[in-house]
């Protein structure tokens, strides 16, 4: 079933220039054809082609809104972005599958990369929720120092993962329900101890993801597992 994102207004829905352009060129849909759609915040629908333009595609809602249920879980996942970028975008559209709310890329001392094109970012989550039949599109910030992360964000509960001989709690005794939990995983090379030091001030425990020493991208699977599974 092929799902298309829009703005819904009352009973008819909008939809935007690519996805308007994906209905008519790739999928060939015309007036009067059934799609299904979502509005990214948490509602699907059904509804009938009105008007199709590769341009601006627009929907009379016969069915809906009906909701997805939320998660019982608020997961913030904070991570620098790998030098070869296709590994962070492979780990983005299995954690969206996974199911993750909230995104953020950190340029550490030790990034190889300092740079993320957050329009590709966003259309590579985009596709994934689609793909996975969710209807709830997660937020993705632009990028920002690690300073700046750990003193502007707000958590129930705030984890920095790291390699360090410091105590830190194991991820299977995390209680992750009914509450929301920013997750820090740093570059290859991990994190400097300056960093995780500073972190420690910010209200960060440490966070152990077992005895391996896993990849950025494996490492941000992991925490999106955890919490679908723990919680």
């Known amino acids: 079933m092929n799902v298309f994102i829009a703005s819904v207004d009352d009973k008819?829905?909008?939809m935007t220039a690519e996805e308007s352009w994906h209905c008519t060129k790739v999928l060939r849909k015309k007036v009067g054809d059934t799609v299904h759609l979502i509005d990214g915040v948490g509602n699907f629908f059904e509804g009938v082609l009105e008007l199709v333009s590769e341009k601006?595609?627009?929907?009379?809602?016969?069915?809906?809104?009906?909701?997805?249920?939320?998660r019982n879980y608020y997961l913030h996942l904070a991570i620098a972005p790998t030098k070869q970028m296709d590994r962070i975008?492979?780990?983005?559209?299995?954690a969206v599958e996974i199911g993750v709310d909230?995104?953020?890329?950190?340029?550490?001392?030790?990034?190889?990369?300092t740079v993320v094109k957050h329009e590709r970012v966003l259309k590579?989550?985009?596709?994934?929720?689609?793909?996975?039949l969710q209807a709830y599109l997660p937020k993705i910030n632009?990028?920002?120092s690690f300073k700046d992360l750990i003193t502007t964000s707000?958590?129930?509960?705030?984890?920095i993962a790291h390699c360090y001989e410091l105590p830190k709690q194991d991820i299977k005794r995390i209680s992750f329900k009914d509450t929301s939990t920013l997750i820090l995983i740093g570059p290859e090379g991990d994190f400097t101890l300056e960093e995780v030091e500073l972190s420690q001030k910010n209200k960060f425990e440490g966070l152990s993801l077992g005895n391996n020493r896993l990849r950025a991208e494996t490492a941000g699977l992991c925490v999106c597992q955890a919490a679908s599974l723990l919680s």
């Open 12 to 14: 008819v829905a909008l």
């Open 142 to 144: 632009e990028i920002s």
């Open 56 to 70: 601006q595609c627009r929907v009379k809602i016969t069915q809906g809104p009906r909701a997805q249920p939320k």
């Open 89 to 94: 975008e492979w780990m983005l559209e299995k």
């Open 102 to 113: 909230e995104i953020s890329f950190i340029a550490s001392k030790n990034s190889e990369r």
């Open 154 to 159: 707000v958590a129930d509960q705030k984890l």
């Open 124 to 132: 590579i989550v985009e596709s994934a929720v689609k793909q996975s």
